[in-house]
């Protein structure tokens, strides 16, 4: 009995340390399971850029995993300050607002080298989307960029295609705004505005402090 009683003494704590191993390895298991734990339950958040304007501010959402080119791109130069002092240069009421790419003087700046075209992964230029412009050379892209104030799903597969990399989640009445603004020839480029449409900063901000993710706004009626 003694004998009994000693060895069942040192069962027991034998027993809880099994016990104990086996919360700690079910607990490992949940962890690693991505949908479970909550680091892998949040997803990542697309990096967001803030524009502010002579004419007012807008926030773009961008796609890094439908468009990762045109996306790293795009916040290089956003990073190395190069869209402050640029300005919308070209601007179509009826297709898209462009700029990144001229000073107010319309002298283009020096970019760096261009990227391959990126399309055909389920993006369409729909009105308040961002893409990338270009010359007629499908991989020409730089710093340049538009916003669809309208759809233009033609440029899906117009020339090869053009680029979409995010869209426009808050501000689309100031997008309107550069819309409606006058334009006129100025030297070799036409479309441009009248008054300087000036890109005072765009720059990246915390994803929690965007605007809720929204469809644009219709486009007004003319």
Known sequence: ???????TNGARPLS???????????????????GDAPAAQAKAES???????SL?????ELYPEKAPISVA?????VDGGFYA????????????????????????KDTNAPIPLEV??????LRGTLAMARTSDPNSATSQFFVNVVNNRRLDNLGGGYAVFGKVIE???VVDKIRATPTARKGQYGDVPVETVLIKSAQRVKANKKAPTAQPAPAPQK
């Open 73 to 77: 791109n795009f916040l290089r130069y």
């Open 56 to 60: 007012g501010g807008f926030t773009v």
């Open 171 to 173: 501000g689309m009445e």
């Open 85 to 108: 002092g640029t300005i919308f240069h070209r601007v179509i009421s009826g297709f898209m607002i462009q700029g990144g790419g001229f000073t107010p003087d319309m002298v283009k």
């Open 1 to 7: 009995m003694s004998q009994q009683h000693t060895m």
């Open 120 to 125: 055909g992964k389920g993006l369409s230029n």
């Open 16 to 34: 809880l340390l099994l016990s104990a191993l086996c919360v700690a390895m079910m607990s490992l298991s949940a962890w690693a399971n991505p």
């Open 47 to 53: 990096p967001v850029v803030r524009f502010e304007t």
